[in-house]
């Protein structure tokens, strides 16, 4: 079956890096477009960051744009999140997420999410 | 970028009651393009509604999505007590995608 692991997850200072990462199995992984999507503490989702199946094309939120970096390793099926100068306002649950088919497509399957603090 | 509303708030309502709840979008959007997911605590989103009214794998009749344009609605026929969650729309037709703010169906 579909799953998508997410790990990197914690407390740490503003300004500072962090690296998440999503382990996918159960799929056809370079055949899909990935998504990261964000949760702050009792708010709504937002997308933050998006690859295409073959890592060509990349779209991040203007909220983090220039900070964050998107990549993927399709010979290991994992997704990365490459979070620099956090702030304080980057603090939510960090989801992966698989656009169901082709562009344009809903998000059918997600991860359960790791959760970032940044905090001094 | 797309706006989605989504209306209301909070819905209290009782187990076996008809639940309605709205998603506005501003600007309008095909209904090819509007999903809805449903979030437990503690939960990742899962994909109810896609194309506005077609349901994902798995998902019970009583589920329905409709509208078009700038209105659509996710009804719920007769409330189980597992229904009780977080609802959202989101647009994906249009980048970047977007979600509506959510509404908590609450046991009343």
């Known amino acids: 079956q579909v799953q998508l692991v997410e790990s990197g997850g914690g407390v740490v200072q503003p300004g500072r890096s962090l690296r998440l990462s999503c382990a996918a199995s159960?799929?056809?992984?370079?055949?899909?477009?990935l998504y990261w999507v964000r949760q702050a503490p009792v708010k709504g989702l937002e997308w933050v960051a998006a690859?295409?199946?073959?890592?060509?094309?990349?779209s991040y939120a203007d909220s983090v744009k220039g900070r964050f970096t998107i990549s993927r390793d399709n010979s290991n099926t994992s997704l990365y999140l490459q979070m620099g100068s956090l702030r304080a306002e980057d603090t939510a649950v960090y989801y992966c997420?698989?656009?169901?088919?082709?562009?344009?497509?809903?998000?059918?399957?997600w991860g359960q999410g790791t959760q970032v603090t940044v905090s001094s | 970028e797309i706006v989605l509303t989504q209306s209301p708030g909070t819905l209290s309502l009782s187990p076996g009651e008809r639940a309605t709840l709205s998603c506005r979008a501003s600007p309008s959007i095909s209904s090819t393009y509007l999903a809805w997911y449903q979030q437990k605590p503690g939960q990742a989103p899962r994909l109810l509604i896609y194309g506005a009214s077609s349901r994902a794998t798995g998902i019970p009749d009583r589920f329905s999505g409709s509208g078009s344009g700038t209105d659509f609605t996710l009804a719920i026929s007769r409330l189980e007590p597992e229904d009780f969650a977080v609802y959202y729309c989101q647009q994906y037709g249009s980048s970047p995608y977007t979600f509506g703010q959510g509404t908590k169906l609450e046991i009343k």
């Open positions: 159960g799929f056809s992984f370079n055949s899909y477009t």
């Open positions: 690859i295409s199946y073959d890592g060509a094309y990349k």
């Open positions: 997420a698989r656009e169901s088919s082709g562009r344009w497509s809903p998000f059918d399957y």
